[in-house]
C-alpha cells in the first residue's frame, strides 16, 4: 500500500511540474493579488526578519521593500489579513492596498 501511494505521488508531481500550474499567473490570474503594507522597520536587520516572517506563509510569489517609504510589497495568492496578523507580532502594521496585479504592457511594434 505504502509503495502505490508513494508511485502515485510521483507521478501526481511529475504532472504538475509538466503543466507548470504552481508557477504560471496566467492560469488562474483572479487569485494573484498585490498587497502593499507599511511597517515601522527602521533597520536591515528588522528589514531582514520581516521578510522572513512574510516568506514563510503559503502563496507568496514575491516580496520586495521599499526602506525609504517603509512598505512591503507582496504577490501572489494571499490573504492579507493572515499576512498582517503575523507581521503584528513584531511590527506595527497597516494596510495601504489589497488589489489584482497587474500585467506588464506589451508594447506593439
Same mark, same amino acid.
Given at each position: 500500500?505504502?509503495?502505490?501511494?508513494?508511485?502515485?505521488? /510521483?507521478?501526481?508531481?511529475?504532472?504538475? /511540474?509538466?503543466?507548470?500550474?504552481?508557477?504560471?499567473?496566467?492560469?488562474?490570474?483572479? #487569485?494573484?493579488?498585490?498587497?502593499?503594507?507599511?511597517?515601522?522597520?527602521?533597520?536591515?536587520?528588522?528589514?531582514?526578519?520581516?521578510?522572513?516572517?512574510?516568506?514563510?506563509?503559503?502563496?507568496?510569489?514575491?516580496?520586495?521593500?521599499?526602506?525609504?517609504?517603509?512598505?512591503?510589497?507582496?504577490?501572489?495568492?494571499?490573504?492579507?489579513?493572515?499576512?498582517?496578523?503575523? #507581521? /503584528?507580532?513584531?511590527?506595527?502594521?497597516?494596510?495601504?492596498?489589497?488589489?489584482?496585479?497587474?500585467?506588464?504592457?506589451?508594447?506593439? /511594434?
Amino acid at each position: 500500500f505504502i509503495f502505490l501511494f508513494c508511485t502515485f505521488t /510521483r507521478k501526481k508531481s511529475q504532472l504538475f /511540474r509538466s503543466l507548470n500550474i504552481f508557477s504560471s499567473k496566467n492560469i488562474f490570474p483572479s #487569485l494573484f493579488k498585490k498587497v502593499i503594507l507599511k511597517l515601522d522597520v527602521y533597520d536591515e536587520k528588522s528589514k531582514q526578519k520581516a521578510m522572513k516572517m512574510v516568506s514563510s506563509l503559503f502563496g507568496i510569489d514575491s516580496i520586495s521593500m521599499d526602506m525609504k517609504e517603509k512598505k512591503l510589497t507582496l504577490t501572489g495568492d494571499i490573504d492579507a489579513v493572515t499576512i498582517v496578523s503575523k #507581521l /503584528r507580532k513584531a511590527y506595527n502594521t497597516e494596510i495601504i492596498s489589497v488589489g489584482p496585479v497587474k500585467e506588464p504592457e506589451k508594447k506593439k /511594434r
